[in-house]
């Protein structure tokens, strides 16, 4: 995982250095236990959702999500896995991300 993010930050390096930090908007039955950002330079960015409490299994999430709608039209790679991990839609489903992990690091490479 360290070694993938740091071969995304070396050729992301103004993502990473000059890109804005904005919070995402969780919505559901467990939002409260997802918390994450957004960090977007021109056309790329970096998403990255955390669970607060490890508790929730894949089927545990429900229709807790991530908003989608107001974020660019592109496809977000899982950096760790590779796995395209959705295309813009109005929300992405918090269990499709995370599977069975606790984070998850998306990016969406500039176009």
């Known amino acids: 995982m360290i070694s993938a993010l740091l071969d995304l930050r070396k050729v992301a390096v103004e993502l990473f250095s ?3 930090y904005e919070p ?3 919505i559901g039955q467990r939002s409260n236990e997802v ?3 957004l960090r977007r330079h021109d056309s790329a960015a970096l998403m990255v959702i955390v669970t607060r409490l490890n508790s929730a299994s894949r089927d545990d999430w429900g ?3 991530i ?3 107001s974020l660019q039209e592109g496809t977000w790679q899982d950096v760790v896995s590779g796995l395209t991990a959705f295309g813009t839609t109005e929300r992405a489903l918090v269990s ?3 599977q069975n992990r606790v984070f ?3 990016h969406r490479d500039a176009k």
Do not use: P, R
Request: hydrophobic share 50%; with cysteine; proline share 0%.
């Open 96 to 98: 499709d991300i995370l």
């Open 104 to 106: 998850a690091v998306l």
């Open 18 to 20: 000059e890109g804005t």
């Open 35 to 37: 918390c994450g950002f």
């Open 67 to 69: 908003a989608t709608s």
């Open 24 to 26: 995402l908007e969780i």
């Open 63 to 65: 229709n807790t999500a």
